[in-house]
Structure formats: C-alpha cells, structure tokens
C-alpha cells in the first residue's frame, strides 16, 4: 500500500443512516446505536485498531448494525454477524470508496463490467455469494467482516463464523434450562429497548413467530399488534389466527389476491422498491411487500411501529441440516446438498454438463477453500457454516429490506449473539429435525401453545385440498415423480398464488419448462427491468 491512498464514503441519504462524532471519529452507521458506540468507545484514534484482538469484542456485541468509524489516520468498516445492513466497496489503485448503496457506487463510478461467473450464479439461486456482486468492480462486505483502511494499511478480518469446532456435551435438561435462560435475556433486552414503541408481529402457525409473540407477552410486553397475510384461506393465517384468539391479542389479515398482485407488481412503488433494495447482487424479496404496500396505501404504516418476526429461528437451531446416508458422507455430498436446494431454480441451468463444478467452485469461495468432510457431524457444521453466510445473511436477511423502504423498525430476536453462540456449539444429535429446540417448546409449553398444539398446515389454501387429495392418489397408483409434476403445475394456486399471479397462468405454466421456484420467475423479470446496466451479456 502507499502512503497516497485515500478512502471516501459515499453514505446515500435514502437508507436513513445516521452521522454523529464520537471521540475524534466520525461515525456514519444504522442499526442499534447502543452497540456501535460500544465499538466507538474500543478505538483509539492515536493508533492502528489491532483486528485480531478486536474481533472477539466485536463477536460479543449484540443487536443488529452496520457502522463505518473514520479517523484521522485510519477507518474502520464493520458489518455485523448476519450483514443486517449491506455495506459495498470499489478498491481501486490508489482509493477505496465505501458506500451503503450499490446502485449508488455504480452509478457515480460508472461500472459496467458485469461479471459473468456472478450472474450465471444469480440465475441459479436469486442472489450472488460471497463479496460479489453482479460487476466485476463492485464488492460487498460480508457478514461478520471487519474492514481496516489507513495509509500503508488495508486489511479484512473475518471476526465472526457461524461454525465451531467444539461440541457441547452438557445433559439435555441442563441445555434445556440454558436455552430458557437465553432466551430470556434476548426478550428482556428486546423489550427494554422499545421505549413504548408498537410491537408488530408477522405471525405464522409456525413454531418460531409463535416462539416469538409467547415469550414477548410472559416478559411483559404490551402495546403488541398481530397480523397475517398473503392468499385468501392460506392455512398459515387460518392458524396465526387461532394463536392470536388463544392469547387474547387483536389480530389482522391482509389479503392479497390475484389481481391486486398483479397491480402490486406493475405499480411505480414496487419498481422503486426493488431499485432501493436489489443492491445489485439480488432478486428483492416479493413475501412481505405486497402486505406493507396495502398498509401504505391505507396510510396504517407508522414511524413508532417496529416489525419483530421469528427468521431465522428455523436455520439456527438445526432444521436446514438434511438427512444423509452415512456411507456417502464427504465433501461431494456437501456440495450436492446445497446444489440441489439453492442452486437448482433454474431447469436449463441446472441440467447443464458443468453445473456440479460450477457450484463447488462457488462453495469453495465461500467456504475459502472446500472442507474435509468425514463424517455427518463434520457435514452439519459445514453446511450450516455455508448457509449462514450464503443464504441466511444475503437470501433470508434482506427480506428486512421491506421494512427499511417503509421506514419501519425491525428487530431478529432469533438472529441475537446468545443464540449464535448456543447452537453453533450443539452437536448433530441436538440439532437435526431442531430436536433440542423442539423438546425445549414441549418442556416450557408457554400459553399451552407448543406441547400437543399443532394447527393444520397444508401449501393449498381452504377450498382447494382436492388439489393436494388427487396429489396423494396420483402418488400412489402412478409413483412420486408423476405427484411432483402434478403439484407443479398447479401451484400457482398454492398458498403463493399471490407471488405467481404477475405472471398470468400461461406466464406460470411456460415458465415450468425454466424454472423450479418463483424465485426463478422473479429473477428473470429483474433481468428484463435490468437490461440497460446488464448490457449485452447473455
């Protein structure tokens, strides 16, 4: 590095970060303020920060952030364990320019390179791993990274890994009661920090939203509003519902059909909302939209209101691990587990010749090299290692993306370090099928809503179970393959008919021949919007 390096900050206005000055560092960040002046406050503007021994303080934080600390001599650029606030950079020969805006960067610092490895991998998943993005110049922090810029310096430091390699071999009653313990902390934390603010609850019939809206009312939350939404007599409203009449709390469902999607999806404010969102490495999420949009155009969306919802409890505590035959447990395994679930959304893709070397290439950048597996516990750390920083932090958090471009607040209760650092040391046995997380709800049992209360889940709406009655008998007399095809083509009136409904039943049915999911559907409708900052590339 030479002494002439320089660093700029690009902090685009409309994602609503803040900007104070805190002992001799300007501090440009969003999130929980609480955690970034604790960072602040382990700086020395007098001397180079030491990453090594910073990262374990940063690793101990807890809450959700994204900060860049600027001194004098030095910057300081750190994402937070799960990348809540995507943090972007160019280096260049003699700068480095940081901003919390692709788009942004693009645009002033005119980049066209697309990078082809990336978006070939944007077709097959619906986002890109990694620091990549969709331009060759163009890199994001990633999640628990550190970024150290000074004169003669410029260092990354991945200060925090989903992954441990010890095992906690404590009796289950004593992880059981650690977990209670946990958990209630996390909750007691939460709720101090509201200030009287409006708790609003995404509510499912699944178990963690439910985890979620129990523990917030046994630690005494008030002021909590419930609601449901997507399509009319979806069975995941039918059972929020029921949970919110057993607890005695006002509850709501927002409907969206079929032609108000598609209105939705052709409206000015989608379109700018997947510009604000995509950041150029992603197809924004549609799950959540549709419902806050509705709320906005009824002016219900309000400034105090802060989203709770239960992601990624289902992740962290063991349930993405799938069922392997022992006797085929290595490194090939694990990239065909996690091919055959992320990669697959493109058809044409995904039955290409070089499809399963092009997927362990990708592995291996995000893994940093492809890992020794000898065993199924080795293949569980590995792959949930994997889907934390290439699913989870990238997929699955920018679904909070909704709730920025509202201007609502939003907490990932599940997503806190106590929960990090409990189940990332869990062994297979407590973790698979989310066993010990399971037994802990049964153990508890709060409001009765866990031990013996399952509410009916079904993908088929109220109304249409001939769909999922001819599936079974289908399966049966003519083989699962033959089911599978049936269940495709009619899942545009599925539970996610509202997401299929923009493209129109003949859109949906030639699509089948392409794509597996609608991310696929998604991803090509972004391309086509996209087509001007994509250029030619085929």
Known sequence: ?????????????????????????????????????????????????????????????????????????????VADKISSYPIFYILRDKSLIVSNSARTLANKYELHKVD???????????????????????????????????????????????????????????????????????????????????????????????????????????????????????????????????????????????????????SSLRKEYWNYSDHLHIVPSMHTFCALSSLHHQKRLFKDMVIVNGQSGDFISGNHIPKMPTD????????????????????????????????????ARVLEGMPSVMNMQGFAKQIECWGWQARQSIRVVHGQRNYDFFGLGWELPLWE???????????????????????????????????????YASRWPRGRDGIHLIGRAISGSLGRKVSVKWYRALDCFSQYEYQYAPFGYFGYWKGLQEFSSIIGYLTKAWEVENKDILGSVS
């Open 328 to 363: 085929k447990i290595i490194s090939s395994a694990l990239v065909g587990a996690i091919a055959k679930k992320h990669y697959s959304h493109n058809i044409l893709l995904s039955n290409q010749p070089v499809f399963f070397d092009f997927v362990e290439n990708r592995v």
């Open 1 to 77: 590095m030479k002494p002439s390096m320089k660093i700029d900050f690009v902090i685009d206005k409309k994602y609503h970060w803040a900007n104070e000055e805190v002992n001799n560092l300007v501090v440009h960040y969003n999130g929980h303020r609480a955690s970034v002046m604790a960072i602040a406050k382990m700086l020395d503007t007098s001397y180079l920060p030491d990453l090594s021994s910073l990262g374990s303080k940063l690793a101990d934080l807890p809450g959700h952030f994204a900060a860049c600390f600027v001194g004098a001599k030095w910057s300081l650029i």
């Open 417 to 455: 370090v106590e929960y990090l650092n409990f189940f990332q040391k869990l062994s297979l046995e407590h973790k698979f099928e989310r066993r010990l997380f399971r037994h802990w709800l049964e153990h508890r049992n709060p409001f009765g809503l866990f031990r013996g209360y399952m509410p």
């Open 116 to 266: 082809k490895e990336s978006l070939t991998e944007f077709r097959m998943t619906g986002y890109v791993t990694g620091k990549d993005t969709l331009f060759k110049d163009l890199s994001k922090l990633r999640a628990g990274e550190a970024l150290l810029f000074g004169q003669n310096t410029l260092e990354f430091k991945r200060y925090y890994q989903f992954h441990s390699a010890l095992t906690d071999t404590k009796k289950e009653i004593d992880l059981i009661n650690e977990l209670e313990d946990i958990t209630n902390t996390v909750f007691d934390r939460l709720i101090e920090s509201m200030h009287g603010r409006r708790i609003v609850i995404p509510l499912s019939g699944g178990l963690d939203s439910r985890l979620v809206l129990c523990k917030l009312l046994e630690r005494g939350a008030k002021n909590i509003f419930t609601f449901s939404y997507g399509s009319p007599g979806n069975r995941d409203a039918l059972a929020a519902k029921d949970i919110a009449s057993k607890l005695g709390l006002s509850w709501e469902f927002i409907p969206t059909g079929r032609k108000q999607a598609k209105d939705i999806f052709s």
